[in-house]
């Protein structure tokens, strides 16, 4: 995999000393710029105060009007099965590392649009993208052919309060350009009232 460094970081120290110094850079622009979020406690895991950055398609340091819960920090954590008869249940437990005084969160955007924020998309097979539509966390996912966007709920990507699912004619991976494109065309169908589908299992 193609290292997301500049090319001139691509040696190991110069790679370390580059991401020190940009979250000593976004420490002190967050510090400047905006107001800490408490997160937390997780299980035994104390609460730690929380920077959420946003970064536009320029690469620039902006402030975000609102946060999705799928940006939300959360310690490192594991899945281990509950003993019993019923292996489909599991327990969360938080893996403790050194105490942080303050955690910064870098959340990648894409374009800027009215009631829209939208993280850039990760992923291929599927391709998928999160963020908020009107305030109300969405999520995003492209596989084989097919689109979906979910919208709201007590669990968006499960049960979510709106559903919408369509298929494509792209025969090569979707550019984020055409990800940013069927969410705004997804958004324009909720909010014109069009009904809610099931959600595909």
């Known amino acids: 995999m193609a290292s997301d460094l500049p090319m001139a970081y691509l040696d190991y120290a110069d790679a370390l000393n580059f991401s020190s110094q940009r979250t000593a850079?976004?420490?002190a622009w967050a510090n400047a710029n905006l107001t800490p979020v408490n997160e937390g406690p997780w299980g035994g895991v104390p609460a730690v105060?929380?920077?959420y950055i946003g970064i536009n398609t320029a690469?620039?340091?902006?402030?975000?009007?609102?946060i999705s819960s799928f940006w939300r920090y959360e310690p490192s954590s594991?899945?281990?099965?509950?003993?019993?008869?019923?292996?489909?249940?599991?327990?969360?437990?938080?893996?403790?590392?050194?105490?942080?005084?303050?955690?910064?969160?870098?959340?990648?955007?894409?374009?800027?649009?009215?009631g829209i924020l939208i993280e850039r998309p990760k992923g291929s097979q599927p391709v998928?993208?999160?963020?908020?539509?009107?305030g109300k966390d969405f999520y995003f996912r492209e596989s084989d052919g097919y689109w979906s966007l979910s919208v709201g709920g007590t669990d968006v990507v499960e049960r979510p309060d709106w559903y919408y699912e369509e298929e494509h004619d792209t025969p090569d991976e979707l550019s984020e350009e055409a990800v940013y494109s069927l969410i705004a065309k997804g958004a324009a169908l909720l909010r014109g009232g069009t009904p809610t589908m099931a959600v595909e299992q």
């Open 78 to 114: 594991v899945q281990l099965a509950i003993s019993g008869d019923d292996t489909s249940r599991h327990q969360s437990y938080y893996i403790v590392g050194k105490p942080e005084a303050v955690v910064i969160v870098r959340v990648e955007l894409g374009p800027s649009m009215p």
């Open 25 to 27: 850079d976004d420490l």
């Open 59 to 66: 690469g620039e340091r902006i402030k975000l009007s609102q």
């Open 128 to 134: 998928q993208s999160t963020g908020l539509i009107d």
């Open 49 to 51: 105060r929380v920077f």
